[in-house]
């Protein structure tokens, strides 16, 4: 009788474990269907909150227009162009400082030389040429050019 019983035993054990298997199968299909409905909520929820996002701007307020700056100046193989100097100059004045109107002291060499022409245009054309010293004075340090 005693191995009667341990087949019976044994016999409901294995009943007990399929049943229990069949459980744990029941329950692992469960849990995918429930990860794959919270990856979908989650997807939803990702795109309420991008709606929310937009919808939390004005309607009157647009997204900035990023333009890249254009380049200043010609295009290239533009030709050029400034005024000629005349042919005809008429009156030469020289520009050519003694004393520092700063500090009323001599001043140094000459430093460097420019020229402007002036074009007065009047009843008649009159050029003037303008010679421009630069110097310099060793008192005040400042370095000065008339006009």
Do not use: W
Not at 32 to 54: G, H, R, S
């Amino acid at each position: 009788m005693g191995l009667k019983k341990a087949l019976k035993l044994i016999e409901a054990q294995r009943e007990s474990i399929t049943s229990y298997k069949k459980i744990v199968e029941n329950q692992e299909k469960i849990i995918n269907t429930q990860n794959e409905i919270i990856k979908k909520l989650e997807k939803e929820i990702e795109e309420i909150k991008k709606v929310i996002k937009e919808k939390s701007k004005p309607a009157f307020v647009k997204e900035d227009i990023k333009e890249e700056p254009k380049i200043s100046g010609q295009k290239e193989g533009h030709v050029g162009y400034s005024r000629h100097v005349p042919e005809r100059i008429d009156y030469v004045k020289e520009h050519n400082p003694d004393k520092c109107p700063n500090c009323n002291r001599d001043l140094s060499g000459i430093q460097e030389i420019r020229e402007r022409v002036i074009t007065d245009m009047e009843v008649k054309i009159v050029n003037t040429k303008h010679i421009i010293y630069r110097k310099y004075c060793s008192h005040c340090g400042n370095s000065l050019a008339c006009f």
